[in-house]
């Protein structure tokens, strides 16, 4: 794997670009204001679930995918990393601004592709979430849902692709099964949350790790706002955040038509063969806890 501490450098007039030069004052002054976490995730993990149940703390206003959405830009910022600089100055953090409460949590897993590095250039501190499941799991999700990287239309729009910029290699993707390029998704996924979270660090903001599995527990979320020393829960916000904790991660049966044959057997030889296309390698990153 790479050892690459940016995949998307913009053009250098862009990437000149400040606070000050880029954003109204009232924006700046907003911003100010307010904390900014954002999440690292490969998705199909409990993203919506996760911003609900965060959005019921006091003084935290948690979204899943707001609009102005980053997927509608990600497929151009692969390709131009300066749409990212747009999207962030003229769309995002203005709306941000206009948010309520003083912390703002986005679950998008959007944020790592193509937009973490033109939020650290234009010096904006934020936290980071993140958020990983099972790779088995979000692979056989992503595939039913028939949203694969670089193939549909789906898997174009939300997700990144092997042509696109990377920290896990892919040679010979276009003739590797569905199936194995979900997988090596989650691989390249993992790889940003480590580099991500690193730079994070570097700059002195939090990076707080939970897993599908303890997002799901009845405490799992509880401490994760703990270590990101979020706002307590007063007496009503607890009513709220317990109404909701009782919600149903969103797993979209309803949308998966596509059938799903593989039996143990033959996943783990696909999943080998991608682990030696890519010669992918664990990273270990000393997350909050």
């Known amino acids: 794997m790479q050892n690459n501490p940016s995949l998307y450098s913009p053009s250098p007039l862009v990437g000149a670009w400040s606070v000050s030069t880029v954003l109204p004052e009232w924006v700046v002054e907003r911003l100010g204001e307010k904390r900014l976490v ?37 497929r151009a910022a692969q390709k131009n990393p300066d749409v990212a600089w747009y999207f962030w100055g003229l769309k995002k953090l203005p709306a941000i ?15 790592g592709k193509g937009f973490a590095e033109a939020l650290f250039q234009l010096g904006i501190p934020f936290d980071l979430i993140v958020l990983m499941r099972d790779r088995r799991a979000v692979a056989r999700s992503l595939y039913q849902l028939n949203t694969i990287p670089g193939r549909t239309a789906d898997g174009l729009k939300f997700l990144v692709s092997p042509q696109d910029p990377v920290l896990v290699p892919l040679p010979g993707a276009q003739i590797l099964d569905d199936y194995q390029l979900c997988f090596w998704y989650t ?5 940003r949350a480590a580099m991500y979270a690193r730079e994070v660090m570097k700059r002195g903001g939090t990076v707080a790790a939970i897993t599908f599995e ?36 969103n797993d979209k049966a309803g949308m998966k038509g596509r059938p799903f044959t593989f039996t143990e057997e033959q996943l783990d030889a696909l999943e080998q063969e991608v682990f030696q296309l890519t010669q992918f390698q664990e990273y270990e990153v000393n997350y909050a806890s």
């Open 214 to 249: 303890q997002l799901v527990q009845p405490k799992g979320v509880l401490h994760l706002a703990d270590v990101l020393s979020l706002p307590e829960l007063d007496p009503e916000s607890r009513k709220q955040f317990n109404r909701v904790q009782q919600q149903k991660v």
């Open 187 to 191: 691989l390249e996924m993992e790889a």
């Open 38 to 74: 954002f999440t690292l995730t490969t998705g199909r993990s409990g993203t919506g679930y996760l911003a609900t149940v965060l959005n019921s703390l006091p003084g935290v206003t948690a979204t899943h995918e707001p609009e102005p959405k980053f997927s509608h830009w990600m």
């Open 97 to 111: 601004a206009r948010t309520e409460g003083s912390v703002y949590i986005e679950t998008s897993h959007l944020f």
